[in-house]
């Protein structure tokens, strides 16, 4: 999220208009306040079982803020088809592994079980099927001996900051063809 806020400037065609949260504690409300960009949160967990109500109240907070594009950066709620129809083609996700690879949680831990040499992440604009829509951009890494979940986290994330910022400048120009990163130290 920081990565894209900052990424947001110059001749950047879109510029940041809020961070909006599912946790009134993250850590991300109080870095996007710094960096003076407007926030809000919207915590799931009084509406239960309602994710139709929860969405309900994320839309009131973006009407005001009323944004063109939605980037989700580490959103952890499944979104129902109702609101990601009404945010078809302006709404982006990254997720981290190399898509159609490991949709879902623990991806990190899947690929290295699987025994795969390669991992990394990818930005995909959001469709009702989770993690299943069409892919803008990958970034890949080796997996290496030792790897952990965590290590192998560690070497995506720096990648994962530079392909969502270079996804969304392009999207936001209106231009959709893929970026691929890859390389250890690319
Ligand atoms: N919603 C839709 N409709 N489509 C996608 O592609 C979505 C989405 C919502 C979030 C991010 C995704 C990821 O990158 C994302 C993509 C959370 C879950 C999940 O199972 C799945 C995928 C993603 C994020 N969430 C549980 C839930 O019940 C809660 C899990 C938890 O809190 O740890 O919502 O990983």
Redesign the pocket.
């Known amino acids: 999220m920081v990565a894209l806020v900052q990424s947001m400037a110059g001749d950047h065609p879109a510029r940041p208009v809020l961070v909006l949260s599912n946790d009134p504690a993250a850590g991300g409300l109080v870095r996007a306040r710094a960096l003076g960009i407007a926030t809000a949160a919207v915590d799931h967990k009084p509406f239960g079982k309602d994710r139709a109500a929860f969405e309900a109240a994320l839309q009131a907070e973006l009407d005001k803020a009323a944004p063109d594009i939605l980037c989700?950066a580490g959103?952890?709620?499944?979104?129902t088809p109702g609101f990601?129809t009404a945010w078809a083609g302006r709404m982006l996700?990254i997720?981290p592994s190399l898509l159609p690879k490991y949709k879902?949680?623990n991806t990190h831990a899947r690929a290295i079980e699987a025994g795969d040499a390669e991992a990394g992440c990818s930005v995909h604009e959001?469709?009702?099927e989770?993690?299943?829509?069409p892919i803008l951009g990958q970034a890949r890494v080796p997996i290496l001996p030792g790897d952990t979940a965590d290590t192998l986290a560690a070497r995506v994330l720096p990648l994962e900051h530079r392909l969502y910022p270079a996804v969304l400048r392009r999207y936001a120009a209106g231009d959709r063809t893929p970026i691929m990163l890859s390389g250890a130290n690319s």
């Open positions: 989700l959103f952890m709620r499944v979104l990601v996700n997720h879902g949680l959001v469709t009702a989770l993690d299943g829509g």
